[in-house]
């Protein structure tokens, strides 16, 4: 069992930056690729990023590609989403999810871990 737990969320202004945060604990974080994914209301959930359980692959949704940037520091069992020059359509909820490594990394149904999520909304 792994547990995540988000935080970082907040409301910002169009053009600002956030960093979210996505805590583990439980088995070996390692050993864990790990997803960010955000739901807008009345959206489905959708991917936003990915890194491999060592970090050494990222992917991104092409929505945000060079805004955003995934990054995790096993010995603190943490992955953070580090967000620049967000957009009104940038909000959402956001979800971190972890499975063992992966190819389907942008499915959120092959995800088996899932934190509550942390709200994200920008003002225009």
């Known amino acids: 069992q792994v547990r995540l737990v988000e935080s970082g969320g907040g409301l910002v202004q169009a053009g600002d930056s956030l960093r979210l945060s996505c805590v583990a604990s439980g088995r070996t974080f390692s050993n864990y690729d790990i997803a960010w994914f955000r739901q807008a209301p009345g959206k489905e959930r959708e991917f936003v990023a990915h890194?491999?359980?060592?970090?050494?692959?990222?992917h991104y949704s092409d929505s945000i590609q060079g805004r955003f940037t995934i990054s995790r520091d096993n010995a603190k069992n943490t992955v953070f989403l580090q967000m620049n020059g967000l957009k009104p359509e940038d909000t959402a909820v956001y979800y971190c999810a972890a499975n063992t490594p992966l190819s389907r990394y942008f499915t959120a149904d092959a995800y088996v871990y899932w934190g509550q999520g942390t709200q994200v909304t920008v003002s225009s």
């Open positions: 890194i491999s359980w060592r970090g050494y692959y990222t």
